[in-house]
């Protein structure tokens, strides 16, 4: 049985302390140009710029630090093959504790070679013929290991709320903050920081418009299931949002919002030649709906997370390829 009890801001200020030191504090980025395209004052907290590429390391190594000895001993494992993996891969190797990470044969050359170079012991699973939950509890099982969820887990979110604690803390309160949303472990963690540290602050999960079951969700008030998404926004690939993200959804989000994948290419775009910023096309999200809703963001104060920056460079130029001007 999953324990339902929901973590609070105290716990996103106890994950700010165990991450000190270990997880980078990213930088805070305005623009003249988007101040003025906006007619806004818009700050950008970069997690692009984050250890491994992602916000996703502060939730993962706040959950490792907290393991006991026997859990330390016999090891980590998650399943994933994006960001979630690097970052247990990466959190597992700095506190000397050993980890499996189950990822589809198909997932990209880069990304299987990215988390054994981070010391992963990865574990490779034909994605149509096999179950990656039935090979990840049964070596949970047999092997005494702690599975980490990538994003239904009270550490995970009290982590990935510690990027948006930084942010108030350091340009203050906000009209309106934009943060990307796949199962909700970003999006959670920061409505419990921004209803304690600014909470009268608009909150927006932003999703691909192809994969809108957070927003079918947050609007009918039950969790909606849907088949795997086709968008380029993979890390918002999900099917569904958690048992501990969505009532913190629910309760703390102002609305949730959808982008098309054309306008995540335009924002890449905008991001890397003005803002000299590689973001992966999830990463856009946020500020894509931003700029959907600039009439009514005039003259305010806005918030927009990047959530991450880890894209193959052959990928973002064939991206940007049909885009340049
Ligand atoms: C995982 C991820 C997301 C979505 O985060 P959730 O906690 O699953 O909502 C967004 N952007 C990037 C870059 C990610 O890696």
């Known amino acids: 049985m999953q324990n339902l009890t929901l973590p609070t801001y105290a716990d996103v200020v106890a994950a700010a302390r165990r991450i000190a030191g270990h997880a980078h504090r990213t930088p805070v980025i305005t623009s003249r140009t988007v101040d003025a395209e906006f007619g806004a004052q818009v700050f950008f ?11 996703k390391f502060r939730g993962a190594y706040n959950a490792l630090s907290q393991f006991d000895a026997q859990q330390r001993r016999a090891g980590v494992v998650a399943f994933s093959s994006g960001n979630h993996a690097q970052a247990i891969a990466l959190s597992a190797q700095l506190l000397g504790i050993p980890a499996t990470i189950i990822m589809p044969h198909d997932a990209p050359a880069a990304k299987i070679a990215a988390t054994r170079g981070y010391g992963g012991n990865v574990v490779l699973y ?25 994003y239904d887990h009270a550490h995970v979110i009290a982590g990935q709320g510690t990027a948006a604690m930084e942010l108030f803390e350091e340009v203050g309160q906000l009209d309106a903050f934009f943060v990307c949303l796949g199962g909700g472990g970003l999006l ?13 602050c608009k909150l927006y999960g932003v999703e691909p418009e ?43 989000v102002d609305d949730v919002l959808t982008v098309s994948d054309a306008q995540l290419v335009e924002r890449m775009g905008f991001a890397a030649s003005r803002l000299k910023l590689v973001i992966e096309p999830t990463g856009c999200l946020g500020f894509a709906a931003a700029l959907q809703m600039k009439e009514q963001l005039r003259g305010k104060r806005v918030g927009i997370l990047i959530s991450g920056g880890n894209v193959d460079m052959p990928r973002f130029c064939e991206l940007l390829g049909g885009q340049a001007r």
């Open 45 to 55: 907290k970069c997690e692009n710029l984050q250890r491994m590429g992602a916000f």
């Open 126 to 150: 034909d994605r149509y013929t096999q179950d990656r939950e039935q090979i990840g509890r049964e070596l949970a099982e047999q092997q005494g290991m702690t599975l980490i969820p990538p």
């Open 188 to 200: 959670a963690g920061s409505a419990l920081a921004t209803r304690a540290l600014s909470p009268a």
């Open 210 to 252: 192809a994969g809108n079951d957070g927003q079918q969700s947050f609007r009918s008030g039950q969790i909606v299931h849907i088949d795997t998404p086709k968008t380029i926004a993979d890390g918002a690939q999900t099917q569904h949002l958690g048992n501990l993200t969505f009532p913190i959804i629910r309760r703390d």
